[in-house]
């Protein structure tokens, strides 16, 4: 019986590509699985990755390896045929130490030149083309860094090499280019025209859209910015979240929603959309992998007819319970039971309210799914129960089951505190 080599990664990863390039470096046949990172991860990539979650993992006989430069150091060791790591003690030790630089300096910092803010654009790059001169040092007139083969620096420099070139092409930067770093770009030239390096790059134009800038700002108790976070997700998009203090709010978040002052806000390549439900209509036209809403006209209109509902009508009767005065309360619940006995219809049967699948729908009741329940819990009430919605309340547990919707919750004894707190004001 053969080996057993599974490759556990992410087409646009840096990351998982040295893995797969180090293995076809070594002749050594495997089967590569690809991971939805920003969605679903799969129970597989969980479980044989438990404490970081992320790609790329080697499984090799039903034993996970996980962190790109750990896992090229086991394919090295394991299969000893074509090297990529030199012999010499002190050439492994020089090859290793620029590994560990491009991987905590260079890549970074170079990253950070392609995403950091306007204002802090220019000192960050300057500090990147400081790394790039550095690592051009390194090659000192070889065609490779590992001298006239490919070695294991160039495989991570491939970071450098291919994904950088993409990302400063999208931005509009000059970070790598043959005026500044010949020798380096020259490198990076013959690296990628390499056959067996080609073969296994990602398409440059399916990249380029990839690797655009996507962006939120929100806050972890707040389950608008956990609904756009979910509709990003379902459709594989990459973004950079960024978590704002709503006691003191940042100047980007300011700059960006100067009307609401609130989050969600969503940056699309420096352009801003605000308010939940405008951000899930841009998230679903810009990006069409798994549609949220409907394509037939009228299951669309009658789709947006309970987002309505659920955002308005039921969204302000639930927080007319919490915050309406003791004698007003009994009334004021018995107006909500009924938003939640309407809601209730709308599932007819149906495990989610977009059928089969999530859609938008449910992304916008994800309040009523999560947060209802510590709410009412802490009021002392009975909103939603088995006993008198069990059509909703099932699609609740089901709901918040999903790995994708799972994984986006907050800790609910810390969403608990925050609720009681908030409540206390």
């Not at 990539?45 to 150091?73: F, R």
């Not at 000192?140 to 420099?157: C, M, P, Q, R, S």
């Not at 107006?335 to 999530?358: V, W, Y």
């Amino acid at each position: 019986m053969g080996e057993e080599v599974k490759v556990f990664g992410y087409w646009a990863s840096p990351y998982s590509y040295r893995a797969e390039l180090a293995l076809k470096l070594k002749g050594v046949s495997y089967e590569y699985i690809n991971e939805d990172i920003f969605g679903n991860k799969s129970d597989l990539l969980l479980k044989y990755n438990p404490v970081h979650k992320k790609v790329p993992v080697l499984l090799h006989n039903g034993k996970p390896i996980v962190e790109s430069v750990v896992i090229l150091e086991y394919i090295e060791e394991t299969w000893k045929h074509n090297p990529y790591l030199p012999q010499d003690p002190y050439d492994k030790a020089t090859a290793r130490f620029w590994v560990k630089f491009i991987d905590e300096k260079c890549f970074p910092t170079l990253w950070l030149a392609a995403w950091s803010p306007e204002n802090e654009q220019e000192k960050v790059t300057k500090e990147a083309c400081e790394y790039l001169k550095t690592l051009e040092s390194a090659l000192n007139g070889k065609k490779f860094f590992g001298g006239e083969t490919i070695g294991l620096v160039d495989i991570v420099a491939s970071s450098v090499g291919y994904f950088i070139r993409v990302t400063q092409e999208i931005m509009g930067l000059n970070l790598l280019s043959a005026d500044k770093f010949p020798q380096l770009f020259q490198w990076s030239e013959d690296f990628a025209n390499c056959s067996i390096v080609k073969e296994s790059l990602p398409p440059r134009d399916k990249l380029l859209p990839f690797v655009k800038e996507v962006k939120v700002f929100g806050a972890w108790a707040s389950p608008f910015s956990r609904k756009v976070e979910l509709a990003l997700r379902l459709k594989g998009v990459p973004y950079d979240y960024i978590e704002e203090d709503l006691n003191n709010k940042s100047s980007l978040l300011l700059q960006y929603n100067p009307v609401h002052k609130k989050v969600p806000v969503l940056l699309h390549n420096g352009k801003s959309i605000a308010e939940s439900i405008v951000i899930l209509e841009y998230i679903e036209e810009t990006w069409k992998a798994y549609p949220i809403l409907p394509q037939d006209p009228n299951d669309k209109a009658m789709a947006r007819f309970w987002i309505n509902f659920i955002d308005g009508k039921c969204s302000s009767a639930i927080r007319k319970v919490a915050f309406s005065p003791e004698e007003e309360r009994e009334k004021a619940v018995e107006e909500a039971c009924e938003c939640l006995k309407t809601l209730e219809s709308a599932l007819n049967g149906k495990k989610f309210f977009g059928g089969d699948t999530i859609g938008m729908v449910d992304i916008v009741a994800l309040f009523i799914a999560f947060w209802i329940r510590p709410f009412q819990e802490i009021m002392g009430l009975e909103l939603l129960s088995s006993e008198k919605f069990p059509n909703l309340f099932k699609w609740t547990d089901d709901f918040v089951s999903c790995n994708i919707v799972k994984e986006l919750l907050p800790p609910r004894d810390k969403l608990v505190a925050h609720i009681k707190a908030h409540l206390s004001k």
